[in-house]
């Protein structure tokens, strides 16, 4: 049986206090306000360690004392949950013994940074927190965006970024199987590294993360503890930059990854999960052991001990504030019952992973650290991880100062007096815009097929993996996210891509049912920002109620900003959809010539169907108008109508760059593990009766709830169409002639 003891502490003791509290808690960025607050928690002043616990745990990033308010009316529940938000990542019910956990996080600041660590830290976050819900890992995903291409410090952040995502995700052998590259000077200042993973689970081995038994053993497994990352995810997450743009001083505080020991401790608790020896674990992520040990004692309501001469460390100098803060990666702590631990610590070994008794869970509510045999740290548990500041931020209604501008008016204007020569140059310019084309030097940079459970990757509407080798049921993942619809309309524009996202994981003949969210917008503390997160959360109930994608836990990054100069409202969704039969996976591209290629969905003319387009970013270079809204009872009838049409080849949404772009991939879409070999491109004559003025809304306008798809039974899918009570438009056949011709257009392929 393994004891841990700890110092005896005499009655009336209490840590010493820090020299000047007060300017401390404002280096550490506490407000004046919520030092006051630790002050009456306490009734006494903190010490350095206290300072340094409440600074990291009541942060943006870690407390969400800005969101929460908003979070709590977004739809968390549904018949397939079985885990919602409140731990490390949801899990759904997949049918039979499994389940699938998944979740979207960001790592936006020390990105931007520290480029390389800041993103393979992040992948090995959001990989950790998949692991600690009881889930082997199966894929990634990574939504990124950056600012003008054609800038040496766009380039430097992105090159970075991407060879970190593959650096960790490819070492430590988990597909990335799909994503988005955005370019936007909107965040020039600040790009946006959000990560996504899912993973597999039986259902009866699910993990949480909370104390269960007085006398449990806190077990810290996976790498030593050191200086870097001391504030990383969450200080630095918590600030905007200054208009000096990147602080050098602060790359020490981006976290340093090891994908090959992440690899063991995978595999260790995994190992440990199959035995069932841990009665609960925590990823160590963001503010460290403070983080997990508070969370865990204060699920329960419990108190934990925690000697930190026990802490295996780089550095052996480290004063007790930056052990408990590190954010040194790797690392994951469990409970387990003392007659365990000994096992736990051999399982470990075996992979050649550390397993560390560093404390115990006791009666009460008191989270304690000593140091050096001197009681450090003695809080409530529960101020630092559930009785946080809660702030009901001052909130202005958002208006894009461009919102007014009729771009549908507008490009009828020019429409009119174009000829095919213009018309077709403009659909170069689309085409060509770095938003449209294939990220192919990124795309080629991920191992997306690792683990043979992919079964279409990057280059698709959404991507599809098998559960297991001998299983036909498999899963289908999309990330989507529009920052332009969104600045010009939170509220239509989350609706607009929750849509989207939905409906990639339709096109490929999965249902969508459930979602996870990274909200990334600029500083809490100016009104028209909370403006615009408010106006997003009503519009992402509103959708999520809708279409049957409970939010299953998520991430709020706020502070994205330089200077005053905030990033667009960014809400980038994820979304999970299962597929009875993966061998029944719908291809984005068209397969051969001679068959139909048809429009079909919500085909009523739209208002304002350019707004906030590509089109009128590259041609008219501006971001404007009110974009047009879903009407959400169509979109769910042609999402319906993905699922259950036998009568498709292939299909494929209409979203950014309009119909132009999306025939354009699907003429010339390729098998999407053969990116950098295309097959030769078909070709289809449109012989649609368009008005001249009409031309430009035609090819490029981005209205909601359509998709392309081809098929052999025309009078089938007809037939189809008619029953859903949707719209069809019959574009042409396809050809071996490698061009795109119709109304006002004639481009070689």
Not at 97 to 123: L, M, R
Not at 247 to 275: H, M, S, W
Not at 434 to 457: F, L, R
Not at 604 to 626: F, H, K, M
Request: hydrophobic letters at 40%.
């Amino acid at each position: 049986m393994f004891e841990l003891n700890f110092p005896p502490v005499a009655d009336g003791f209490v840590p010493a206090p820090a020299e000047d509290p007060l300017e401390a808690a404002r280096a550490l960025g506490l407000k004046d306000d919520e030092y006051a607050s630790i002050v009456d928690t306490l009734g006494r002043v903190p010490s350095s360690a206290e300072l340094g616990a409440y600074s990291v745990m009541w942060s943006e990033h870690c407390s969400y004392k800005s969101s929460k308010v908003h979070l709590k009316n977004l739809p968390s529940s549904g018949d397939r949950i079985l885990v919602g938000p409140g731990e490390n990542a949801g899990v759904v019910d997949v049918g039979g013994d499994w389940a699938v956990t998944f979740k979207i996080e960001s790592h936006n600041h020390p990105s931007y940074v520290e480029p390389f660590q800041g993103a393979a830290t992040g992948v090995g976050g959001i990989i950790r927190d998949i692991l600690t819900m009881g889930a082997r890992p199966i894929a990634l995903m990574n939504p990124l965006r950056f600012g003008d291409p054609d800038t040496s410090t766009t380039q430097w952040v992105k090159d970075g970024v991407v060879h970190g995502i593959s650096h960790y995700g490819n070492c430590v052998g988990i597909p990335n199987v799909g994503g988005e590259v955005v370019y936007d000077p909107s965040y020039q200042g600040n790009p946006l590294v959000n990560v996504f993973c899912a993973g597999l689970l039986k259902k009866d081995r699910i993990q949480l993360a909370r104390a269960e038994q007085v006398g449990d053993i806190a077990v810290l497994i996976g790498q030593r503890t050191g200086r870097d990352g001391i504030g990383g995810a969450s200080i630095l997450a918590s600030e905007e930059f200054d208009e000096g743009g990147i602080d050098e001083t602060k790359r020490p505080n981006v976290q340093v990854g090891d994908p090959f020991a992440a690899k063991g401790v995978i595999e260790a608790c995994l190992e440990l999960y199959d035995a069932d020896l841990l009665s609960g674990i925590q990823d160590m992520g963001a503010a460290g052991i403070v983080c997990s040990t508070s969370e865990m004692a204060s699920a329960a309501r419990m108190g934990m001990d925690v000697n930190l001469d026990l802490v295996n460390l780089r550095e052996p100098d480290m004063e007790a504030w930056e052990i408990i803060c590190s954010e040194s990666q790797e690392r994951m702590l469990a409970l387990v019952k003392p007659e365990r631990v000994e096992t736990v610590i051999a399982t470990c070994a075996k992979w050649g992973v550390d397993a560390v008794p560093i404390g115990k869970v006791v009666e009460g509510d008191r989270l304690r650290f000593w140091r050096n045999g001197v009681l450090e740290h003695d809080v409530p548990a529960a101020s630092l991880a559930a009785d946080g500041p809660v702030y009901h931020r001052p909130i202005e209604a958002w208006t894009h100062p461009n919102a007014d501008i009729d771009v549908d008016a507008d490009a009828r204007t020019q429409s009119a007096e174009l000829d095919t020569a213009a018309i077709t140059a403009m659909a170069e310019r689309v085409l060509a815009s770095p938003n449209i084309t294939v990220p192919s030097e990124v795309i080629e940079q991920y191992d997306a097929i690792v683990g043979h459970g992919t079964i279409a990757g990057p280059g698709g509407d959404a991507a599809v993996l098998r559960l297991q080798p001998t299983h036909v049921r498999g899963v289908a993942f999309s990330t989507d996210g529009n920052g332009r619809l969104c600045a010009l309309d939170p509220l239509v524009g989350i609706r607009r891509v929750v849509a989207e996202s939905t409906r990639n994981v339709a096109c490929v003949g999965a249902e969508p049912v459930a979602a996870t969210n990274c909200l990334n917008f600029g500083s809490p503390e100016r009104p028209e920002i909370m403006g615009q997160f408010q106006d997003t959360i009503t519009g992402l109930k509103e959708a999520c109620v809708a279409l049957g994608t409970p939010i299953t836990g998520g991430n709020v990054s706020f502070y994205n900003q330089t200077g005053d100069a905030a990033i667009h409202p960014t809400p980038v969704m994820g979304i999970m959809g299962i597929i009875d039969d993966v061998h029944n996976a719908r291809p984005s591209f068209a397969p051969e010539s001679g068959i139909s290629v048809v429009l079909i969905g919500d085909l009523r003319p739209a208002d304002q169907a350019l707004a906030g387009s590509e089109w009128d970013w590259v041609v008219n270079g501006r971001i404007a108008g009110r974009p047009a809204d879903v009407d959400l009872d169509r979109e769910i009838a042609l999402q319906r109508l993905l699922r259950s049409s036998t009568a498709m080849l292939s299909a494929h949404d209409v979203s950014t760059g309009g119909l132009v772009t999306s025939l354009v991939e699907i003429l010339r879409a390729q098998d999407p593990q053969r990116v950098a070999n295309p097959r030769a491109a078909l070709g289809l004559d449109v012989t649609v009766d368009v008005a001249d003025e009409d031309r430009l809304a035609f090819w490029f306008g981005e209205a909601p709830t359509q998709v392309v798809v081809t098929t052999r039974d025309l009078d089938a899918l007809t037939a189809d169409v008619e029953t859903a009570g949707l719209d069809l438009l019959v574009l042409g056949t396809t050809s071996e002639s490698s061009r795109l011709v119709g109304p006002g257009l004639d481009l070689a392929l």
